[in-house]
């Protein structure tokens, strides 16, 4: 399998790339000034790591491809991030649901990479699990928060659960760039995490006194470039100015 | 009176107010229009630079102004604070805020049409900021002193990301250097206003020296902005858009044209050119964010029955 | 009986049923269900091709896709007319839609990822349509055939420019090739699957065509449509996503490979990829503009009474 | 004034492309079958004119810019539109308070322009004056509509004028460029064309039962490139394919 670290590292770098994006859009819009302050916090955590991961993956490909290029100058089919990362804020409930759903997801991974026999994978994981684990807490805390809040809050939070639910499936599926760099020791096996998401997920909704998620059918494509078509805008608005003066430094 | 007198002198002896000391009326309340001013400037504040974050040209740019919107945040939280140390809620000041009672610096209705726009807020909005608040951390009230200290190491940290953002853009392309000059054109002037009216007719001025919520003159903070500041321009190769502006060395300070005052009364009465966009950005999400700070109060009262129980 | 037979008759003779005139009332029903589900199918259908008209490539292409959701919002609303000559009304056939009750085609419920999808909606898409529809223009209910024969005139001058964009495109550099591909790979199985399920497993076929509501099983009408579509596909240099597709010489008919009736299915019950957008999107559409309805009404309701006093 | 045409053309081109994109935003989305046809309408009419007046500003200018070329390859402050058709959407009193404003002044520029002496404007104008008329009365009419609906409907028409009354006295303001190409019988003198206007604002308004217009303070500075916020997002999203492939035909 070719390439398939660079694969891997763009994965990760545009999971974190787009999900600090969609944070950022809530900057200055957020239900009270502390709540603007965590959401621009993870942001900066996510940014930082797609930093880190996409910085990588252009030193592994080799061809001199910079981070901000990889950012900046790749269109949608090429873009491998999840699914789930991609969806629109909607109202704050479905903002934590997302966030909760992935950053509980990513922590388990992390600790995982953590221990990847590819050094530099391993570092940046392990600098950022600290990280993740706090996103995942502060939004399993506003799961709680707003499933046992109002009867509003507890309908929002259900319904944000739902929206993003079917993007839980691809979060753990394998594919041969997957199961190449798991037989290497770099990767982490997607499948061996469900047990774990599911008991903290299980955990979370329970205390927050929520219905079981029921598990539609999975909504997959994003590894492979086929996103749903929330990305294409996200992208028209991050890669205007770099596109519009492709020869500017900034 | 003996309150009073003794009121006075502890300000006059550069000490500092605490929150439980007794204080005049007209202090507390200067105080808390003061201070909640300044916080709600600083929310409004978000919004202009916001506007560039999801658009920033590479991403550490992305990272250094979500940061630095980050950091404005928390100074609104330490300001809301100080506040509140003075009996003021959280909920009067916002509400004052969005009935248009209160104000926030009229700067902020200004739009942010080019990324050049993001270095010259750093630079010129954060560098008047900072020589209007320098003073500020030896004003009377204590809670105020202390939070401005940290605004102030912050802001100047700002000042310098921004005014870097311009030098790396002056030496870029025609385009770059063009939208330099221009947000220079424009943020100029406003920037230079942000010091308040001449003292000529700036009614509070000498209450505030006297308890110490002011320390200089507005004109005074004014001048020393700008002889900071136009070496700053001529540094980046940039034009300060005053046909009047020359060396004076008499003075030994910059002599400057005249400031359109009309264009900044009308801002203060609410008529700025993103008045209504930021006004209707702020009520927005108090107003849609309303459920969710019922829910949390309605889950913490919960919570903590069931701690007691 | 009497009234069922003589209806019966004038069907078999192809003759015209008008609003006035007897009919089934299974026929009536079928005929609400069928003419209303197409009308939602162009109303949903205008999101996933709205989702490129603000990018869309070129100015001129920009206008060539908004006048073909205009259409699509014309053919709902000739279809939505039809149904109501049968006794339904436009706030039932909706609320329907929306509570999930009635479905549109299943087509819709995959996303538009790139400009060459909007080419291969028009060219796959529409075309399949129009297979569907052409027999439709004889069938047995009059303003049904009479809406079938405007919308089909337009449908085909859609799937024209939708090949046509394909064209150009895949004449064009190397990712808008790539960009053809993608795009057939993902519409050619959905597209084929809307002539419904094979004909051993469609439970409404046979009366269907029995009161000319269809007049081809589908079947049929894939086959006919694979075989026109194929040699199109091969014209642009692309391939088709089917490994068992293979002329047959004997049947003079493409043989092609087994349908992901699993897949349909799923759609159908709502669980296509982007299903929850597109019923987010009609719902909140509709209730957003809830008032603007209302205000419509009581203002034609004043002028009315203004007009008769 | 050299290439004072160029401008002139290239304003009343961006005008109705920047108005254009807005009203397709609403694709899909409008309060019912038939309005979406409306706004579709009148936003195809919009950039058809566009393409005419675009296509006219890159021959006048002589350097081989094309309509597309204009439209896709021009970053923000190279846009000479007024402010008022970068107008964000808002709900459908907004849009129409927008249109309504636009389209009668427009419809009394073209009925001057039809007059130029320029034989391209002329006939452009010309042209289009049907199209505008009947832009300035549909939109007339859900002014009255709204206006004398409900009182939810009168108290967002309120607000709806409200917004966009600002942008009016740019309408009418005239520059070196307009000044040159009165003097030559080529523009229309905006002045001239106020009372006109405000006669047929205030019929309406009178007719939809609405309170006169306040003049506030007048917001300026599209026709010289400095717009409101909102015109850099329009682009992003509309220039993001062709700047994503600068070298690709359509």
Redesign the interface.
């Known amino acids: 399998m070719e390439n398939a670290l660079f694969s891997y590292a763009l994965r990760l770098g545009d999971d974190s790339?787009v999900l600090g994006?969609r944070l950022?859009?809530w900057?200055?819009?957020?239900?009270?000034?502390?709540?603007?302050?965590s959401l621009?916090?993870i942001?900066?955590d996510l940014?930082?790591q797609?930093?880190l991961f996409?910085g990588y993956a252009g030193e592994v490909e080799g061809k001199g491809r910079s981070?901000?290029r990889l950012?900046?100058h790749r269109d949608v089919m090429a873009w491998t991030n999840c699914l789930m990362v991609e969806q629109p804020n909607g109202?704050?409930a479905r903002t934590m649901a997302r966030q909760f759903l992935f950053s509980t997801w990513q922590k388990a991974l992390f600790d995982g990479l953590a221990a990847s026999k590819d050094a530099r994978l391993a570092e940046i994981a392990a600098k950022a699990v600290k990280e993740v684990t706090y996103h995942a807490e502060l939004a399993g805390d506003w799961v709680?928060?707003?499933g046992?809040?109002?009867e509003?809050?507890r309908r929002?939070m259900i319904d944000g659960l739902d929206w993003h639910w079917r993007f839980v499936e691809e979060l753990f599926q394998a594919d041969a760039v997957v199961e190449t760099l798991v037989a290497e020791g770099v990767a982490v096996d997607p499948a061996g995490l469900r047990p774990g998401f599911d008991a903290r997920v299980a955990a979370v909704l329970a205390e927050a006194g929520l219905p079981e998620m029921q598990l539609p059918r999975g909504v997959v494509g994003g590894r492979k470039g086929h996103h749903s078509e929330h990305l294409g805008h996200i992208l028209a608005?991050?890669q205007?100015?770099?596109r519009t003066?492709p020869?500017?430094?900034? | 009176q003996e309150l009073i007198d003794a009121f006075e002198a502890r300000v006059a002896a550069d000490a500092f107010i605490e929150p439980k000391d007794w204080m005049p009326d007209a202090y507390r309340r200067t105080l808390i229009r003061q201070i909640s001013q300044h916080a709600h400037s600083e929310?409004v504040g978000?919004?202009?630079e916001?506007?560039w974050?999801?658009?920033?040209?590479?991403?550490?740019?992305?990272?250094i102004l979500?940061?630095k919107?980050?950091d404005e945040?928390?100074h609104?939280?330490y300001l809301?604070s100080a506040a509140e140390t003075l009996g003021a809620s959280r909920e009067e000041m916002i509400d004052a805020l969005h009935s248009g009672k209160a104000k926030y610096s009229t700067i902020f209705n200004y739009?942010?049409?080019?990324?050049a726009d993001i270095g010259a807020i750093g630079w010129l909005v954060d560098g008047a900021a900072i020589m209007n608040q320098v003073p500020l951390q030896r004003t009377s009230y204590g809670p105020y002193a202390r939070a401005m200290v940290r605004v102030c190491k912050e802001e100047s940290f700002h000042q310098r990301q921004g005014y870097d953002?311009l030098i790396?853009?002056s030496n870029?392309?025609d385009?770059?250097k063009?939208?330099v000059q221009?947000a220079i054109d424009?943020w100029w002037w406003p920037a230079i206003m942000m010091f308040g009216p001449p003292d000529d007719n700036s009614p509070n001025s000498a209450q505030s020296i006297r308890w110490r919520i002011k320390r200089e003159t507005n004109d005074e903070l004014r001048q020393k902005f700008i002889d900071a500041t136009v070496p700053q321009v001529h540094l980046l190769g940039m034009k300060v858009p005053d046909p009047d502006l020359k060396w004076n060395e008499e003075r030994g300070h910059y002599d400057y044209g005249a400031l359109d005052w009309d264009e900044f009364y009308?801002v203060v009465r609410g008529?700025g050119?993103?008045a209504?966009?930021r006004m209707e950005?702020r009520r927005?999400?108090?107003d849609?964010?309303?459920?969710?700070?019922?829910?949390?109060d309605?889950?913490?009262a919960?919570r903590r029955l069931k701690a007691a129980a």
């Not at chain 2, 739009?111 to 990324?115: E, Q």
């Not at chain 2, 849609?288 to 949390?296: I, M, S």
């Open positions: 790339l994006q950022s859009e900057c200055g819009h957020a239900p009270a000034v502390e709540v603007d302050l621009a916090n942001g900066l940014i930082g797609a930093q996409l981070d901000d950012a900046f109202d704050f709680i928060r707003l046992d809040g109002t509003e809050s929002r608005v991050m205007h100015i770099p003066y020869d500017a430094v900034w | 929310i978000m919004l202009p916001g506007n974050i999801t658009r920033a040209p590479s991403l550490k740019r992305k990272t979500l940061a919107v980050q945040a928390g609104g939280l809301y739009p942010t049409l080019t990324w953002a790396v853009m870029g392309t385009e770059q063009a939208m221009d424009r009308a008529e050119p993103t209504k966009e950005a927005k999400a108090w849609d964010g309303a459920w969710v700070r019922e829910a949390a309605a889950h913490e919960r």
